[in-house]
């Protein structure tokens, strides 16, 4: 059964500070991996798809890299700015369904 | 721009209602999905559907069922409410599985 793990479980930095969310899972047969933010009482938004057969995917500050093989992936965020205070969470496709991490929840000082 | 959205974005219910949430999706994806999110159990799949009158159980599907007359609709049924189904429900769709799967904005369901 797959499991997604994601590390930290919540992080506070100082505005411009580059950061680093991990997420693990147990299974490497996966199609992709993808990356939400959810803001406190809302939908997710979707930051990035990674599939299979990539390393990495880029969108602005944001950067994602995929290690199937060691079962990782690190959602990287440069200069943060208090705007990107929120949870974010990992999800990967395997078999029939996305399965989900708890979420890394962090928070942005200005 | 792609959307999906629900019909209710707080609702409150009583224990033993028969409540509809509802579920619309405008990027004409085949595939829907049904999920809870709950504090410390995070987000757990329903029901999900791969069609028009298709329907897949998900992980917790106890205490509900669905309809999918229409493909851009999908509606998720509480037969008779209870207070442990009191959550944040949330809705999403995609074309195919390789693809960005998309969120609604979720309701959140009050069961007193």
């Known amino acids: 059964k797959q499991e997604v793990t994601q590390i930290p479980a919540a992080l506070s930095v100082p505005e411009g500070e580059n950061l680093v969310l991990n997420c693990s899972f147990t299974?490497?047969?996966?199609?992709?991996l993808q990356w939400f933010r959810q803001d406190p009482g809302k939908g997710l938004t979707s930051l990035l798809l990674i599939q299979s057969s990539q390393r990495e995917q880029t969108s602005g500050r944001l950067n994602a890299s995929l290690d199937k093989s060691s079962g990782r992936s690190t959602l990287y965020i440069a200069a943060s700015q208090p705007g990107d205070s929120a949870t974010y969470l990992c999800?990967?496709?395997?078999?029939?369904?996305?399965?989900f991490g708890a979420g890394t929840i962090l928070r942005v000082k200005s | 721009d792609v959307k999906v959205t629900q019909s209710s974005r707080y609702l409150v219910k009583r224990t033993g209602e028969k409540v509809f949430l509802e579920c619309v999706q405008d990027m004409d994806h085949e595939n829907m999905f049904w999920y809870r999110q709950d504090p410390g159990l995070g987000l757990r799949l329903i029901y999900f559907?791969?069609?028009?009158?298709?329907?897949e159980k998900g992980d917790i599907p106890e205490g509900y069922s669905v309809s999918r007359e229409k493909k851009e609709r999908f509606s998720l049924i509480l037969e008779s409410a209870s207070t442990n189904q009191t959550s944040m429900y949330l809705c999403a769709s995609h074309r195919g599985f390789k693809e960005t799967q998309y969120f609604g904005p979720g309701t959140r369901l009050l069961v007193l």
């Open positions: 999800a990967v496709w395997g078999g029939n369904k996305l399965v």
């Open positions: 559907s791969y069609d028009v009158k298709m329907k």
């Open positions: 299974d490497s047969a996966i199609y992709n």
